[in-house]
Every structure is written in structure tokens, then in C-alpha cells.
């Protein structure tokens, strides 16, 4: 069945790009990537092509050395422009050569002095949602998969690494030249690239994990189970497709918790606390490697089958590492974020539906957690309504039926109606997927953890605060859910005897000082400033950011302190980050 994209210029009935050979001539000096790029079709193309592309200059289009006719439409501000191949005379490849431009918001580049070895550049992409256009002109629609190689010349010592099978490194005097391969066909938004100075080590036969020299032992430490996830999602899902799981630690810029990106997860460096607290992102980047790499949201309107499946996915696996109690406190955490997203949004808002029609709106603009947890909680309640043993087995039909393809919304519902009937009678398929809002029969969270932390709230409002012995067996989600449950603003004095019992002082937990920081803010602890504004300055994790810009910008004390800070630290930050504060400051009336 065609698809219709509202977000890419891709006309269904024309020819789908199957194959790309890249070569990336990466220069750091001008920020921009030099590239060619040779396109194979699936069919021959007479008359026209249409293709995505924002910002990449065209130098030229080309097959069998002579020139083809094209042009790039007017720039729509979500799309970019439309580049049109034009008068095509049955071709089934054709070679564009272009430079991508310093400001494409798929790419972040970094000074030396903002990596942590300080001495070589940093290059990295994050093409989700709709920004590959924005590094080689392609049909950016995750309906729409091909194969590619890549040579990537780079300056010494640094190294490229890409979601692709590693082949050779050449070094060449003072470059190196990186070669790729990427046998299994992907979407678009999930061709990935990163340059810098990087080690590597290994975690298992199949895991490797690379990061700057600076940090790698301690993230090689904390990723260690990297391999019995995988082994233990394999039960689950069936065998792992992409041969290699290998992780790369980011910058601190790096604007996600982590991009799944296929064989290469890209990861945020603040999970790296000492303690494996967060490994449950490594087990959602993998799982992701089934419900969304191999079964891909047929557009960005459908992107709750990536998120709520793969959340829905990385609960049941926790469960079995970590026990129920983990799992279900990391659930709770999410949803808390997720009604937090809602009340944003505004309840009615449709931005709070599974599914809504998107056009004229950008995938990343909207960007929230509603998909990853609104959509676990409905298929936890399909669960519910037919049982564990008999999901486990719709789980196995839904993988192997749909494998390297993508699937809509409609497209889901018409397997589930057809494979799992009794669910679809039980539960409020309707009200799940197209209504605003977390419906009140979603299924409730149980842990000891969250009980633990719910008493010592209630001891809270009667004026009792914990004691450093009271949280002593606490693991970091408490804490985090304990700060998040306090009244919006405390008194001061109460904020500085938490500091202590919770050894924030000089804590690098960044996810715990999300909270404690806004927290503090909000309660009127001006002396929390340079804090503030060195966590803004050294995090680019969207998420951890929103709680302490927005407390900043709704508070009267600190609102016309925010935005110099935030400008003061922009280009610290990774374009989609920029766009994010910009949005928190616009929507403040800052
Ligand atoms: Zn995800």
C-alpha cells in the first residue's frame, strides 16, 4: 500500500531509492561535509524524481558523466525545498556531488574544548525526525529503505564511526580514510555518523562500546551487561538482525537520552553515574532494534509503534534483569513525565493522541514522551485483556510478520483486530489511539520502591523530612521521584537539608540535579545560580534541561535572569536543543 508522508516531498508512485554509495570528505575548518553520493532505484525513472533536501548545496547531478536537469523548489520551512529531477530518460542511478551547509541541523560540531580530551573536534548527527535531508538529498521518509557503503576521509588521529558494519581505516598522511558497509536495508532516519578522538573496548562477542579516551573505562564499567540484555531480548523478540550491538558515548551535547541508531546505539554520556542506575536506556536503545529498526513507523504520525512498543518492550526485559519492582518504578517515572508533557500540551490538546494528522506540523517541534508512555500503557492493557502467554506469542507473530517493513497505525490495528480479537473487544481501541489524554483505566504501577518513596512524601506534608538513615538503601529513581513529588516550592532551608541528605553538593548525577535544581529554583534559592548555569552550560540532554530552564523562566526571581544564560551557552548546544529552549523561553513570554 502507498504512503503517503506528510513530512517528505517522496511521491509514492515514483522510484524508491535502494542503494547509496557515499563519500564524505569531512571538514572541520568550514563545517561543512563534502560529498558524492550514487543513488540506485528500483526501477527505471523517466521524467521525474523527487527528492528531500534542506540546505545542501547542489554542485552537480550526474550519470554516466553526463549532466541531468534538476532544481530545487521554493524552501518550505518544515520540508526544505524539493529537488526535482527532471526530463529523466530512464536511469536507474545517477551521482550528485554537494556540500552540506555549516548550519545543517542534522549535524552538531564541536570545538575541541567543548569534547573532554580537548584537543581534536567532534562531528556528530542526529537525523531523526526528518533532518537526514540536511546532509545529503535523500527520500527522508522512514517508509522508504535502502543499503549503502561510505568512505569517510577525516583528519588524524580522529576516526569516523557510522550505524554500519566498520570495514577498513586507511590512514593517508594526515587523514584517515574510513570505509562502511550497511548490509541491512534502513529508513533514512537512521543513517548516523560521529568523528572525534575515540577509543574503543570491548563488551562481549557481539558489543563493543566506543567513547573519548577520558571516559572510557568508566563507561565500559557501567555498560557492562550490554551483552545479556542482548542475549535476553533475543528470547523475547527473536534473534538479534543487525550482527553487532555497539555503543557510542556522545558528548555532553548530545541533545537525546539515546538514538537508536542500527548496530552503533548513540548514548548520552549523564547516564554514566558509578552505579548502573540507568542502564534501562541501553535496554530501550536495544530493543529498539526490533520495534522500530526492523518494524519501522510508516511515518512520523505513527511514531508511538517505535516508542510505545520499544518502552513496553524495555519494561518486560528490565523485568527479568532487574525485577518488577525496577522496571515499574522506571514506568512511573516515565508517566510522570508524560502527564507533565500532557499538562504542557494542554489535555485536549491533540498532541496528547497516539495518533493525529500531522500535516504542517514538524515531528520535532512535538517531540515529547507521550508516544513512549502512553503507548507501553495501551499495549500493557491488550496485554491485560488476553494474558501474558498469549501476548508473548502476538509479540513473535508481530516481529516476524512485518521485519524490515513499515507499518501505520491502521496497519496495526487491522493485524491486531485479525490476530488478537479478544483484546480488541476488552479494551477501548478508539479511545487509546485517536483520543486526547491518558485514559482512567490505564493499568497502575506497583513497586516497593515508588511505596517507600510515597511515605516518605506523606511524612513530608505532616513537616517531616527524611532522614540520611531513613534513605540510605535509596537508589537514584527515588530520590528523583521523591524530589518530583514535593509541593512545586519548598522553604529554602528545607532545599539545603535535602542537598545534604541526598549528597548533591558535588553530586554528578545530572539526573537527580534535573530535579533538585528546578526544585531549588522554584523555591527562591538564588544562591543555586552558578549552578544553574553550569549545569546549562555542560548538559545538552533536552529532558534534563526543560525542568530547570522552565522553573527558571516561571519563576519571579530568576525569569529575566534565564534567557542571557541560555544565550550566554547556545552554541554549547545541539541545534535541536537550541530550538527546544528557544520554545520554553517563547511560550514563558520571555
Ligand atoms: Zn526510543
Not at 390 to 404: E, N
Amino acid at each position: 500500500m502507498p504512503v503517503y508522508d506528510p513530512h517528505s516531498y517522496v511521491k509514492p508512485t515514483q522510484a524508491k531509492i535502494t542503494h547509496i554509495d557515499f563519500k564524505f570528505n569531512v571538514d572541520f575548518a568550514t563545517k561543512t561535509i563534502q560529498g558524492q553520493a550514487a543513488y540506485f532505484v528500483d526501477k527505471f525513472v523517466k521524467g521525474s524524481l523527487y527528492l528531500d533536501n534542506r540546505k545542501v548545496e547542489i554542485v552537480r547531478i550526474h550519470t554516466d558523466g553526463k549532466d541531468l536537469e534538476w532544481e530545487l523548489d521554493k524552501q518550505d520551512p518544515i520540508l526544505g525545498q524539493r529537488l526535482h529531477l527532471k526530463k529523466l530518460m530512464g536511469i536507474s542511478s545517477f551521482v550528485i556531488d554537494f556540500i552540506t551547509n555549516p548550519q545543517a541541523n542534522a549535524l552538531q560540531w564541536l570545538r575541541p574544548e567543548q569534547t573532554l580530551g580537548g584537543d581534536h573536534p567532534y562531528l556528530f548527527s542526529q537525523c531523526q525526525a526528518i533532518n537526514a535531508r540536511s546532509i545529503f538529498p535523500c527520500q527522508d521518509s522512514p517508509s522508504i529503505r535502502f543499503t549503502y557503503t561510505a568512505e569517510v576521509i577525516v583528519p588524524r588521529p580522529m576516526i569516523a564511526v557510522m550505524a554500519a558494519a566498520p570495514k577498513t581505516i586507511q590512514t593517508e598522511g594526515d587523514l584517515n580514510r574510513c570505509r562502511f558497509e550497511m548490509p541491512q536495508p534502513i529508513p533514512s532516519y537512521l543513517f548516523a555518523l560521529a568523528v572525534g578522538n575515540l577509543s574503543s573496548r570491548e563488551l562481549g562477542p557481539r558489543c563493543r562500546i566506543y567513547a573519548e579516551a577520558e571516559i572510557i573505562e568508566e563507561a565500559a564499567w557501567e555498560f557492562a551487561e550490554t551483552e545479556n540484555k542482548l542475549i535476553e531480548a533475543e528470547k523475547m523478540l527473536g534473534p538479534y538482525e543487525w550482527e553487532r550491538y555497539d555503543l557510542l558515548v556522545m558528548p555532553p551535547s548530545f541533545p537525546y537520552g539515546g538514538m537508536e541508531n542500527p548496530r552503533l546505539t548513540f548514548l548520552t554520556p549523564t547516564v554514566i553515574v558509578g552505579d548502573r542506575s540507568y542502564t534501562h536506556l541501553v535496554t530501550h536503545e536495544l530493543s529498539h532494534s526490533w520495534t522500530g529498526n526492523l518494524i519501522t513507523n510508516a511515518t512520523w504520525e505513527d511514531f508511538w509503534l517505535n516508542e510505545g512498543w520499544t518502552t513496553y518492550m524495555q519494561m518486560r526485559i528490565d523485568e527479568v534483569l532487574q525485577g518488577s519492582d525496577y522496571s515499574q518504578m522506571k514506568i512511573e517515572l516515565g508517566r510522570g513525565s508524560m502527564l507533565a508533557a500532557m499538562q504542557r500540551f494542554g489535555m485536549n490538546s491533540k498532541h496528547t493522541r497516539l495518533n493525529y494528522n500531522m500535516s504542517g506540523i514538524d515531528p520535532d517541534e512535538v517531540f515529547s514522551v507521550i508516544p513512549y508512555y502512553k503507548g507501553q500503557a495501551f499495549l500493557e492493557t491488550l496485554e491485560n485483556a488476553v494474558g501474558r502467554e498469549r501476548f508473548d506469542r502476538f509479540i513473535s507473530k508481530y516481529i516476524g510478520t512485518f521485519k524490515f517493513q513499515s507499518l501505520s497505525t491502521k496497519g496495526f490495528i487491522s493485524f491486531l483486530k485479525e490476530q488478537l480479537p479478544k483484546a480488541v473487544k476488552a479494551v477501548n481501541i478508539k479511545e487509546w489511539i485517536y483520543k486526547d489524554g491518558f485514559p482512567a483505566d490505564a493499568p497502575e504501577t506497583n513497586s516497593k520502591l515508588i511505596d517507600a518513596v510515597d511515605a516518605s512524601v506523606a511524612a513530608y506534608s505532616e513537616g517531616i523530612l527524611p532522614t540520611s538513615d531513613d534513605v540510605r538503601n535509596w537508589n537514584q529513581d527515588q530520590i528523583t521521584l521523591f524530589l518530583r513529588r514535593l509541593p512545586k516550592a519548598i522553604p529554602v532551608a528545607h532545599c539545603q537539608q535535602l542537598e545534604k541528605i541526598f549528597n548533591l553538593a558535588g553530586g554528578r548525577n545530572y539526573i537527580v540535579l534535573s530535579e533538585y535544581l528546578a526544585l531549588a529554583v522554584r523555591s527562591g534559592n538564588d544562591k543555586i545560580l552558578p549552578r544553574v548555569e553550569k549545569y546549562i552550560e555542560a548538559v545538552g540532554r533536552g529532558f534534563l534541561l526543560r525542568p530547570i530552564v522552565q522553573a527558571m523562566a516561571e519563576t519571579a526571581w530568576s525569569r529575566d535572569m534565564i534567557r542571557p544564560i541560555v544565550e550566554r551557552y547556545r552554541d554549547c548546544h545541539h541545534p535541536l536543543t537550541v530550538r527546544m529552549l528557544e520554545r520554553i523561553l517563547s511560550d514563558a513570554g520571555i
